[in-house]
Nanobody
Framework: QVTLVEFGGGLVQAGDSLSLSCLAS????????MAWFRQAPGKERELVAA????????LYGESVKGRFTISRDNFGNKVNLQMNSLKHAHTAGYFC?????????????????????WGQGTQHTVRS
């Protein structure tokens, strides 16, 4: 089972762009579906974006469609989240997550309980 570490969180202004990275160690992510979730204080953890093990299919939360892009770099063993046109509402702790895909199922998963490996999270604050 891989270990995940997030990088790139910080403080930005509304309208700025920022990229988060999730670096895996202890194994390859080639057969892992990957995702970013976020959790704001007092709110439930919610899906930001997911990408299947093949990289062929992605899924985005409604509030980030058209603004955020998830991508994977299997050679670099990492997953990235490009965030554009940031808003104060995007302020949250961002968590990288993964699950092992043992079949040929190539549909992205949206529920947090489908993911069994999590990073420690990185805080991202957007100043309005």
């Amino acid at each position: 089972q891989v270990t995940l570490v997030e990088f790139g969180g910080g403080l930005v202004q509304a309208g700025d762009s920022l990229s988060l990275s999730c670096l895996a160690s202890g194994g390859t992510i080639r057969r892992y579906g990957m995702a970013w979730f976020r959790q704001a204080p007092g709110k439930e953890r919610e899906l930001v974006a997911a990408i299947t093990w093949s990289g062929q299919h992605t899924l985005y939360g409604e509030s980030v469609k058209g603004r955020f892009t998830i991508s994977r770099d299997n050679f670099g063993n990492k997953v990235n989240l490009q965030m554009n046109s940031l808003k104060h509402a995007h302020t949250a702790g961002y968590f990288c997550a993964a699950y092992s895909e043992y079949s040929d199922n190539d549909s992205p998963r949206s529920l947090s309980h489908d993911y069994d490996t999590w990073g420690q999270g990185t805080q991202h604050t957007v100043r309005s």
